[in-house]
């Protein structure tokens, strides 16, 4: 089977081919962020206008990548949600028009499951059931992953995400947008001790996350500490250790609480470096393993989205002739 995925949920335009033979055989993406930049954050409407001038060169692109017409294409999936409801819009319409002119089924994809499953994309694929720590710019949950289409939410974030909190400290200290890549790379000039912030809510017996008071603690420390040359890089080293810190101690009391040692990590903020050797180094002090989908299958692409849509479409799941898309959608709402 060979499936057509198209991502559109904010601020990436991104269509990939998987074929269930051969794997991946071709992707393409486009990044908005010098768009969006100027303004310090992701304009919804300027974010549709674009999807709806770059999803469909990107789909000729990928054609042309794999060397394959569209009488070749088996099944469409698309984002179905959650994300921004233009954007969704866009790339559901162009997914579900394709569909019913081509004459092959169309299957809607929950973004968050497309990030699960990105780990599936690697030779190294863990096997289920496991413990999954979603990290993003929009969602921080810790999940149990018995099988694919079956999840289990064991905490999630009562406030700012993690690439979300990422995101406003590093306007704080002016960095730009977006953020959490700039601020990852000052935090390795910084003295990590400096500071010591707190690690929210890990005296908690639950899985939930709050990292709001991170940013106003960081506040805080610049404020009085604004004439030091050095402020900024130290305040972003002992911001992003305290991040580190209270992901770990909360995905290792999930992984007690589940009985389990296998950790997946997903999502944006799963590329930081940090982030993985630390997890690296403590899984492996338990005798436990970490996986991580690539670098560039943590953020927004069509690969992971073209993968899930083949899962559910080999189960013969598909969507009816009217186009819908879900901005606010339960990821355990969703099953196969």
């Not at 890549?181 to 400096?194: D, F, I, T």
């Not at 050797?277 to 991580?292: P, W």
């Not at 943590?298 to 898309?325: F, P, R, W």
Request: glycine share 8%; with cysteine; hydrophobic share 40%.
């Amino acid at each position: 089977m060979i499936v057509l995925g198209v991502e559109t949920s904010c601020d990436e335009s991104a269509v990939a081919i998987y074929d269930s033979q051969k794997g991946l055989i071709a992707q393409e993406l486009y990044s908005q962020i010098p768009l969006h930049s100027i303004y310090g954050g992701v304009v919804p409407e300027l974010a549709s206008r674009d999807h709806i001038r770059q999803t469909l060169p990107l789909i000729q692109a990928v054609l042309k990548k794999a060397q394959l017409t569209p009488e070749s294409i088996n099944g469409v999936a698309y984002t179905k949600g959650p994300g921004l409801v233009g954007a969704l819009l866009v790339g559901a319409t162009i997914a579900r028009s394709l569909g019913w002119a081509w004459q092959v089924p169309t299957v809607g994809i929950h973004h968050l499951e497309a990030h699960l499953m990105a780990v599936m994309l690697e030779e190294n694929k863990p096997p289920t059931p496991f413990v999954a720590l979603l990290v993003s710019g929009g969602h921080t949950q810790l999940l149990a992953v018995e099988a694919p289409g079956c999840y289990r939410l064991l905490g999630e974030t009562l406030d700012d995400a993690v690439g979300e909190a990422f995101d406003k400290t590093a306007k704080l200290l002016g960095l730009g947008y977006p953020g959490g890549p700039a601020l990852s790379k000052l935090a390795e000039q910084g003295n990590p001790h400096r500071f010591h912030f707190p690690r929210p809510m890990i005296s908690h017996p639950d899985l939930n996350f709050s990292f709001s008071g991170l940013k106003t603690f960081a506040a805080n420390c610049y404020q009085a500490n604004q004439d030091d040359p050095n402020i900024a890089a130290d305040i972003a080293s002992a911001f992003q250790l305290a991040v580190v810190d209270t992901l770990w101690i909360k995905c290792r009391r999930a992984l007690r609480q589940m009985d389990c040692r296998r950790l997946v990590v997903v999502g944006g903020v799963g590329a930081n470096r940090q982030l993985r050797e630390h997890l690296q180094k403590e899984m492996q002090s338990i005798q436990g393993e970490v996986f991580y989908p690539r670098p560039e299958f943590c953020t927004d692409n069509g690969a992971m989205v073209a993968y899930t849509g083949y899962l559910h479409l080999k189960n013969g799941e598909q969507d009816s002739l009217s186009i819908e898309v879900k901005p606010r959608w339960d990821l355990t709402e969703k099953e196969f």
